[in-house]
């Protein structure tokens, strides 16, 4: 037997400052904040309304070090906000109005995606989905990378 994974339910994050990042994961990108709780640090916990909790953060001090762009570990966490390219166009516009505008666009045929880094350097995918029927009638454009212009 096998173990059958079904979806991701969350994921944590560790952040230098418990307040700096729930402004960036409530305010900014919009999560509703559910909970704070300390297990031997500060948590905060946020939703999208779809399950208890989605992205959680941990403080772990302001002498933590960044991550590492060539080190192990997490690369970006991807949360899709919709379907269409207006709903990335105004998530655009909503980023760069919070001052965020080091903002990578990208094609990747199946999603069309925003990556931009939180307030500690944690990647960061917001995305739309495209036809579903790409990938099912061909897999491997999951693997597409191309230029996108909004």
């Known amino acids: 037997m096998t173990i059958r994974v079904r979806n991701v339910g969350h994921v944590v994050l560790k952040v230098r400052d418990l307040e700096t990042a729930a402004r960036f994961y409530r305010d900014v990108l919009g999560l509703k904040e559910v909970a704070r709780a300390s297990f031997g640090r500060p948590m905060a916990f946020f939703s999208t309304g779809d399950n208890h909790h989605d992205v959680a953060v941990m403080e772990v001090g302001p002498d933590a070090p960044p991550p590492h762009p ?5 690369y970006h966490v991807a949360l899709r906000i919709g379907t269409s390219l207006d709903e990335l166009r105004a ?3 909503h980023l760069e109005a919070h001052g965020y505008t080091r903002l990578r666009l990208t094609d990747h045929r199946v999603s069309q995606s925003i ?4 307030p500690d350097g944690n990647g960061v995918e917001l995305y739309v989905d495209a036809d579903p029927a790409i990938w099912r009638e061909d897999p491997a454009t ?3 990378v191309g230029p996108l212009a909004l």
């Open 142 to 144: 999951v693997a597409t």
């Open 115 to 118: 990556y931009l880094n939180d």
């Open 91 to 93: 998530a655009k516009a």
């Open 70 to 74: 060539d080190g192990i570990g997490l």
